[in-house]
């Protein structure tokens, strides 16, 4: 395995559902990132994680929550979502020690909430 | 607040041609800017960076940044359909704490 893993890839949940998507990255970085991509609008960037502490949440609702066990892992775990909730969640890594703070990001998963 | 700022698009360009795209972004603390290319259903893959004022060039992609005016650009030399693709600006403060703050992307198409 190489690079940024995601799974699923597709995931389709009702609102009272209980569901984890899963990152693992393979390339010894010391970061990672959830972001949101929806239609139209920029990718949104949800929570990171440096040196597995979590240094950022911007204002998500708490029916997402983070977790990251390891540098090499990272999980959001979703309950009650709503179905504007529905987008491409994807992962992304990095090194922070680096000049070049370009991510690696992962193909995705594609959360539809019905 | 943080904002980065795209047109767009779609913008068509003839095969063989130069692509132009351009950027602006409103926080003066940026200090690391990249260019990633998204095709269609697909993860952004990062294809340029650039940090200091003026051009970068990295095989047919130029990546030009002016700090004083907050913009920074995208040269596509020599375009192919298989440049066809939302192309996203993004910049990053430098500190660990900031993620990438990104833009809504240019969807680009070349003609054959």
């Known amino acids: 395995e190489t690079g940024v893993t995601q799974t699923p890839r597709h995931l389709v949940m009702g609102m009272t559902n209980k569901k984890s998507l899963k990152c693992e990255q393979h390339?010894?970085?010391?970061?990672m990132y959830w972001y949101k991509q929806s239609a139209k609008k920029p990718l949104e960037l949800m929570f990171v994680y440096n040196f597995k502490e979590q240094t950022e949440n911007n204002s998500v609702p708490s029916r997402f929550s983070p977790e990251c066990p390891n540098s090499s892992h990272l999980f959001l775990h979703l309950h009650t979502l709503q179905p504007e909730d529905s987008a491409l969640y994807l992962c992304?890594?990095?090194?922070?020690?680096?000049?070049?703070?370009?991510?690696?990001f992962g193909s995705g998963t594609r959360l539809t909430v019905v | 607040q943080k904002e980065v700022e795209q047109n767009s698009g779609p913008l068509s360009v003839p095969e063989g041609a130069i692509a132009s795209l351009n950027c602006t972004y409103s926080d003066r603390g940026s200090q690391s800017f990249f260019w990633y290319r998204q095709y269609s259903g697909k993860s952004p893959e990062l294809i340029m960076s650039i940090y200091s004022n003026g051009d970068k060039e990295d095989g047919r992609f130029t990546a030009q940044l002016n700090k004083a005016s907050q913009y920074v650009s995208l040269l596509i030399r020599d375009s192919q359909p298989s440049d066809s693709a939302t192309y996203l600006c993004?910049?990053?403060?430098?500190?660990?704490?900031?993620?990438?703050?990104f833009g809504k992307g240019t969807h680009l198409i070349i003609q054959p």
């Open positions: 390339l010894g970085h010391n970061a």
């Open positions: 992304a890594s990095s090194q922070e020690d680096r000049k070049n703070y370009g991510y690696t």
């Open positions: 993004c910049n990053h403060r430098g500190g660990g704490a900031d993620g990438l703050t």
